[in-house]
């Protein structure tokens, strides 16, 4: 099950979300009138109908501010605690937040009002005002979390660019029988060229992807413009592919170990992580990697 993108869950994007949606319900209930109708019907004597559906509007807004604000808590908690929030759990969190909103909406006006509709038939109204009124924000956050994200990546990898460029763009080995790798840029420039002793994976980063080597005895990293699919196939019989994220140099991996979340590389060296592998790819992996030895974690006591 594929997992919703961290930066959902951040503190900055939580906030963003709830004080938005606020403002955005706000807004959109005193322009539009969705609940006109049913606000008509509570018995709360106010000279001009106007001002008593705007506070009744702002009451509502108060009361998503809050419920969404509870729920996105709850939600930030869960997550830190180590749970996968995965697209059906999200979908059904947000599903579980709209039905929130309109049991109280629904249970006031019921109460409160001489509604004619059973309150079967008034929560199915309110179910679906409540409902278009709250996706139509997240809808619009959602887009801009993921264009936001996207636009601090790029500008993220620019700068370690220009940081990996200005120390070592070219990588050459000493020693001169060793293979080297070359990675053009598109209009096939080299733009780095490392020693397949040095190479330890390739990660992908949107579209570019994050090569990790040593250089004189340090981890580097230089963000190439590239598609994983473009690399895997440059280099078949070095470079393979684990996991849609990774791929690793063959010549570096020095065990799998078997975790209670799935299976890992160890490389040979504790300056790089575990790489994960996905089942997707595990037995291409298996069979070039064949004679390699799969560590079992065991219990401590």
Request: aromatic share 14%; net charge positive; with cysteine.
């Amino acid at each position: 099950m594929q997992i919703v993108p961290k930066y959902i869950n951040s503190k900055r994007n939580v906030t963003t979300l709830i004080v938005g949606t606020a403002i955005f319900c706000l807004l959109f209930l005193n322009i539009f009138r969705p609940f006109f109708d049913l606000l008509e019907k509570l018995d709360i004597n106010i000279i001009d109908p106007s001002i008593t559906y705007f506070l009744l509007a702002d009451a509502i807004a108060l009361v998503a501010l809050g419920v969404i604000a509870i729920s996105r808590v709850l939600m930030y908690k869960w997550v830190k605690k180590g749970n996968q929030l995965t697209y059906l759990i999200y979908a059904l969190w947000i599903t579980g937040e709209v039905l929130a909103m309109a049991v109280i909406f629904s249970t006031f006006v019921f109460y409160v009002g001489t509604p004619k509709e059973t309150f079967g038939e008034l929560f199915v109204k309110v179910l679906l005002y409540t409902g278009f009124t709250l996706l139509l924000p997240y809808l619009i956050f959602h887009f801009y979390f993921a264009w936001d994200n996207k636009s601090r990546l790029l500008v993220e990898l620019e700068r370690e660019n220009k940081v990996n460029n200005s120390i070592q763009p070219i990588v050459v080995t000493p020693d001169r029988t060793s293979i080297l790798l070359r990675f053009n840029d598109e209009k096939g420039n080299p733009k780095l060229t490392v020693a397949i002793d040095n190479l330890y994976f390739i990660e992908s980063a949107d579209n570019y992807a994050k090569i990790c080597y040593s250089h004189q005895g340090k981890i580097q990293y230089y963000m190439h413009r590239a598609t994983m699919k473009s690399i895997e196939e440059l280099y078949p019989d070095y470079l393979i592919r684990c996991h849609r994220s990774y791929i690793v140099n063959i010549n570096k991996v020095k065990l799998i170990r078997r975790e209670d979340d799935g299976l890992y590389i160890g490389l040979d060296t504790e300056k790089v992580p575990n790489i994960p592998i996905s089942k997707t790819y595990s037995n291409r992996l298996f069979s070039a990697l064949s004679g390699t030895t799969i560590q079992e974690d065991k219990p401590t006591t």
